[in-house]
């Protein structure tokens, strides 16, 4: 992205020429920093900003694995109409920009000319860029109307301080141009799939509430999700006897398919994270289906359940975002034991990899009321030298040992949601993958559900 400062003759820099097509030239020419004139003189400056200055130094994100979260946007078309995706910022009905830069400049002019949406700033160096809209207005101080969305000068990714309407302007132009960022410099009207490859670090969960999701929003662009193969520390054998993902089609190519490596550069996108899809149960293998649905009428019958998930351990000691911090299970307790005498509940299926939290439940509700998987768990003081659970399973075993005990680890972990679904009521600790795949199973017949919001209910 390409700030747009004003003229600064004491910098060193190249020169070009203004018009309509500056940033994609100067992004073409990979330019640092350059001085921009019109008619002989010079009227700002443009400088390169890396997308992902944010994270260089973030320990959270560094801890996870993750190099960048969002697109660079070396190419990008803001006239294909078919490729932009404007469901969030039509939500409003003005736009407010902070600071002038390439992105906010782009994000003004399709909602000025696409959407007819009022556009305040104070930075005159806007007319330069699209002097003939009168619905573009320079004010000496912007107007915080409620129904503004707000371009930051801060950096800002408003859904995850629970506030959509603040964003920075990288954020919202990742939201609008998310499919071009994917395509990265592809003809979109000869796409037809997009290839989605999971890092080693990320999780069963993960991987499909993500790819059921993607298959969900591509699919409005007439575009095709398939899974690479081996491309997460699921080996392909297993993930086809539990689960049914669509494989690589026999005419997929080059320059038909999109390839998807980085899944994280979409959970920055609003619209992504707010999209809410049922996980379809064919995507998992209908014996396997049979087996969780057996289980539960042998273990509860027609008793009334209460279903509780707590996500512990690794979510402890790694830095996640405040959107993603759990709640204890000394937290929850209250709320648990408020719900069992108000809804006569019979039993708590609880589901946790955390060993600490089910000792915790246990002593609080007794072993004839609280029901969990059998399972492994893991306490927060192993977590010393690592900050994910799969690299303390990786330090515990190796080889063959650990191929089968991950798979052992995925089906409990499958037979947990599974039965926290067919529970009567949901308590979760927070939103996270099982969080959302509970949901997704359930399908919104819970009669109560409660889930920790970090951004709305009282300190853990």
């Known amino acids: 992205m390409y700030k747009v400062l004003d003229y600064n003759r004491q910098k060193d820099g190249e020169k ?3 018009s309509g ?3 994609h030239e100067a992004l073409k020419k990979k330019i640092e920093y350059c001085h921009v004139y019109r008619d002989g003189v010079p009227v700002y400056d443009l400088e390169k900003i890396d997308n992902n200055y944010t994270i260089r130094d973030n320990k959270g994100v560094q801890d996870n694995g993750f190099s960048e979260i969002f697109f660079d946007f070396i190419h990008y078309d803001e006239n294909d109409d078919r490729t932009i995706n404007l469901s969030l910022i039509k939500r409003f009905q003005v736009i407010e920009i902070e600071e002038l830069t390439e992105y906010s400049i782009v994000i003004a002019k399709i909602a000025a000319t696409k959407l007819n949406m009022q556009v305040f700033i104070t930075d005159p160096k806007i007319r330069l860029f699209m002097d003939d809209l009168a619905n573009i207005q320079i004010v000496e101080e912007l107007p915080g109307r409620p129904d503004s969305m707000v371009i930051t000068k801060e950096f800002l990714i408003g859904l995850y301080r629970g506030d959509v309407r603040k964003n920075h302007s990288v954020p919202i132009f990742s939201e609008l141009f998310f499919l071009q960022g994917l395509a990265d410099g592809k003809d979109l009207s000869k796409v037809k799939y997009c290839q989605i490859e ?6 069963i969960g993960a991987i499909l509430d993500t790819y059921n999701k993607m298959e969900t929003l591509l699919a409005g662009f007439g575009i095709q999700c398939f899974l690479k193969e081996n491309c997460s520390r699921y080996n392909d054998e297993m993930l086809n006897k539990y689960f049914v993902l669509q494989k690589r089609p026999a005419d997929a190519n080059e320059e038909n398919t999109c390839i998807c490596t980085d899944f994280i550069k979409l959970y920055v996108i609003p619209t992504f994270q707010m999209i809410q899809v049922p996980l379809k149960e064919t995507v998992i293998d209908d014996g396997f289906n049979r087996e969780m649905e057996e289980y539960y009428e042998a273990v509860f019958g027609n008793g009334k359940v209460l279903g509780v998930l707590i996500r512990g351990t690794d979510y402890k000691v790694a830095e996640v975002g ?3 911090k759990q709640a204890s299970a000394e937290y929850l307790i209250p709320k648990i034991r408020q719900w069992m005498e108000e809804f006569s509940f ?3 299926f609880l589901a946790t990899e955390d060993q600490d939290a089910l000792d915790t439940m246990i002593h609080e509700f007794g072993k004839n009321k609280v029901r969990a998987i059998a ?3 893991f306490s927060v003081s192993e977590f010393k030298d690592v900050h994910l659970i799969k690299d303390l399973e990786k330090e515990k075993r190796s080889g063959l040992a650990y191929e089968a005990a991950l798979e052992d680890i995925t089906v409990n ?3 947990a949601l599974k039965l926290l679904a067919k529970c009567n009521s949901f308590i979760a600790s927070g939103s996270c993958s099982g969080t959302k795949m509970v949901l997704g199973f359930n399908n919104g017949r819970f009669e109560h559900q ?3 919001n970090p951004l709305t209910d009282q300190n853990r």
């Not at 999971?198 to 999780?203: L, S």
């Open 375 to 377: 399972q492994e768990r």
């Open 198 to 203: 999971f890092d080693k670090i990320i999780g």
């Open 322 to 324: 405040l959107s993603n």
């Open 450 to 452: 409660y889930i920790y």
């Open 346 to 348: 019979d039993k708590i």
């Open 16 to 18: 070009l020429i203004h």
């Open 21 to 23: 097509n500056i940033f």
């Open 413 to 415: 972990y499958f037979y």
